[in-house]
């Protein structure tokens, strides 16, 4: 059974900086893609960071510059570090991972289609 558990959420105020984290309990020997997705209330799911087993990254137009994906494939863990943060960042963040299939395709209102394991959420809030 695939678990992934996010940690790292939490406040902090616009123009902070904080680290999410996702460990997950099996490696993909076979390849990855994984991805950071976030919601807010009212709004679409969206992805917005994703990261494959070839190494490619991909982000959303929103995050471009102030977010950055990576992978400790030895802890099995996913991060995501914020900088820059903004108050349309405020969402709930997860994590999730997948057989091979490139990270472009983790991005957008779409992006988590097909993604058959996911985290519970944390919360990131950011206020003006």
């Known amino acids: 059974q695939v678990e992934l558990v996010e940690s790292g959420g939490g406040s902090v105020q616009a123009g902070g900086s904080l680290r999410l984290s996702c460990t997950i309990s099996v490696q993909f020997t076979a390849g990855y893609c994984m991805g950071w997705f976030r919601q807010s209330p009212g709004k679409e799911r969206e992805g917005v960071a994703g990261?494959?087993?070839?190494?490619?990254?991909s982000y959303a137009d929103s995050v471009k510059g102030r977010f950055s994906i990576s992978v400790d494939n030895a802890k099995n863990t996913l991060y995501l570090q914020m900088n820059s943060r903004k108050p349309g960042d405020t969402a709930m963040y997860y994590c999730?991972?997948?057989?091979?299939?490139?990270?472009?395709?983790?991005?957008?209102?779409?992006?988590?289609?097909?993604?058959?394991?996911w985290g519970q959420g944390t919360q990131v809030t950011v206020s003006s």
């Open positions: 990261v494959d087993s070839s190494g490619e990254t």
């Open positions: 999730a991972v997948e057989g091979f299939r490139p990270a472009s395709m983790v991005v957008g209102v779409n992006g988590g289609n097909g993604f058959g394991y």
